[in-house]
């Protein structure tokens, strides 16, 4: 008996290891496209594919792409290279659609369109990707459409008439990316429960469970032999468990939630790493060819060509039957058998999926609703603010050392390499140093959170220091390296913890429905910070004004944060029921 059962731990730790690391490898593939093209170069690239099909403002006869490679001959040829033409400042409109836009307008427009069909997408897809054996088949067809559209750049000149068509692209690959991702953090809860130090511990309760119910102690002697231990499959502890389990029920919890953040943030090490390295050679290329866009169009196909090479093992190793993490849809939400004894089979149609899905959505945030999960709400509450806080950070930093700094563009983009190294050193160290402490989730998460404050803070200080002192306040280009380090250790265990946190938040079988509002909740801030930023620049004439903005938003999500009650949360989550919730809608009202 012994043997039979070391063989079947066995048997599922090498499945649950081929399982992981197909997540991981994901991680890994998918990563480098927002490193290295999206944050980077596909903005430059929309723009210069905009420039070299557009004319210089205000009588549109001139090619832009004329004037800057007449303008960039004579730089070339003239000792100050600080004196470049006018002609070349001017202002260069594309005829896009019917209308004249300017050329950097494009790219942002472009970025536009494809965030709103991103988010249309996820809501879409929600309840399919909740649905254990079409998650990898959703995973897998957006990351070959993202993937695809991305390396279909290397094969379209911005010389050729259908030009136009790198918008699309651009647009496949965002959606793509996104989607996917999305159906990878939903594999996210289950892998934490299905870890060997999680399990093992639910192993140790039954085992003395069985030896308490021979010896006639804790078991109800009318109770059905045959009923389980856990009442639920992703709910090991009811709100009626025994007062004995209380204790295994903590250790639990403790273990889930370490498991979490810390397979969460291997993945954003390993996907730092790979955006690194392939940024690096990325930048031979874009170097050796003065940024053509021919040389920006093959960095692009390289984040697609490994986008889709080491998607690969995902596609082998991540499960494709009801063994995947999550319980499905239809024990959930009655989508896939309503209306039917459970194990029918019904007929599966594409569109009944996605109109489910935006029903959901709305019954999400319906009040009631909310209520019955106000800890997850809460959190997406403070994640509205941090998100777009950190992001803000990191483009208003960039802005600053440009305008204010006189940082050179060699020097920014090393700051833009420092960020993601420094990354995966938090990403790794952190859930080190969570253990050795004991530390919560929360915990380290409002640790991360205070600390990242504490940037921006710095920045205000230079109003004392500038001017005063040589160093100190950020007024020299080298606390900018030194920041960069400190931000990025910051930012890439923050990025880990997040999507950790809200893990322990979801309503078992929901994952990928709620991840997409995780998402969304993401994209939607992002116009907010660059907004507020941008307006104070402007009315100020001093874009340093912004830090005493940006510490505000973070701190006005640290009490949200703080608020959240995580044990609640994860029982409110266990025992929520959507069928049930909405039976008893349709039954009373709202």
Sequence with gaps: MLFLRRNTNNTASSAYKKKLHGWLSYAFASEVFVIVSLTLFLPICLEQFARDNGYLLPLRT???????????????????????????????????????????????????????????????????????????????????????????????????????????LAICANIGFGASVVAMNAYLPGLAREAPEVVGILEEESAQDEQRGSEGEDRDVNADPSSPLIPRPHSPFSSSSHPAHSDVKARYDAALSRTTSRISSLGIAL????????????????????????????????????????????????????????????????????????????????????????????????????????????????????????????????????????????????????????????????????????????????????????????????????????????????????????????????????????????????EARWYGLFSITDKSSSFLGPLVVGLIADMTGNIRYAFFFLVVMIWLAVPVLMSVDVQRGREDARAYDYRGSREARMGGGL
């Design 62 to 168: 001139e090619r832009c792409s004329a004037v800057q490679a007449a303008t960039t001959t004579r730089m070339t040829m003239t000792m100050d290279a600080r004196t470049p033409s006018s002609d070349a400042t001017g202002r260069c409109v594309v005829w896009i659609a019917g209308v004249w836009i300017d050329t950097a307008s494009f790219s942002l427009y472009v970025y536009s369109i494809s965030v709103a069909l991103q988010a249309i997408t996820v809501i879409s897809m929600g309840g399919i990707a909740d649905h254990p054996p079409h998650r990898k088949t959703l995973l897998l067809s957006f990351a070959s459409l993202g993937s695809l559209a991305s390396t279909l750049f290397l094969l379209l000149p911005s010389s050729s008439p259908l030009w136009h068509l790198s918008a699309l």
């Design 271 to 510: 996907g730092y790493g790979a955006g690194i390295f392939l940024l690096l050679v990325a930048l031979v290329p874009v170097t050796l060819m003065r940024g053509s866009t021919f040389a920006l169009r093959v960095a692009i196909g390289l984040s697609g060509v490994w986008w889709g090479l080491f998607s690969v093992p995902a596609w082998l190793w991540l499960p494709s039957s009801s063994s995947a993490s999550g319980a499905g849809a239809g024990g959930e939400e009655g989508v896939w058998d309503e209306g039917e004894g459970e194990g029918t089979k019904v007929h599966w149609d594409v569109k009944r999926e996605i109109g489910a899905a935006w029903v959901r959505l709305g019954d999400m945030l319906r009040w009631r609703e909310v209520k019955k999960l106000r800890n997850t709400f809460k959190y997406l509450a403070a994640w509205f603010l941090l998100s777009d806080g950190f992001t803000t950070i990191t483009s208003t930093a960039i802005l600053f050392g440009k305008t204010s700094l006189s940082m050179s563009p060699s020097a920014l983009i090393l700051i833009g390499v420092l960020t993601p190294l420094s990354g995966i050193l938090g990403s790794l160290l952190w859930p080190k140093f969570q253990a050795r402490m004991g530390w919560t989730n929360l915990r380290v998460l409002v640790t991360l959170v205070v600390l990242a404050s504490l940037i921006p803070a710095y920045g205000c200080l230079g109003f004392v220091f500038q001017g005063r002192t040589r160093f100190g306040g950020l007024t020299t280009q080298g606390e900018m390296f030194g920041l960069a380090v400190v931000f990025g250790s910051v930012y890439g265990a923050f990025q880990g913890y997040a999507r950790a946190f809200y893990a322990e938040l979801l309503p078992p079988g929901e």
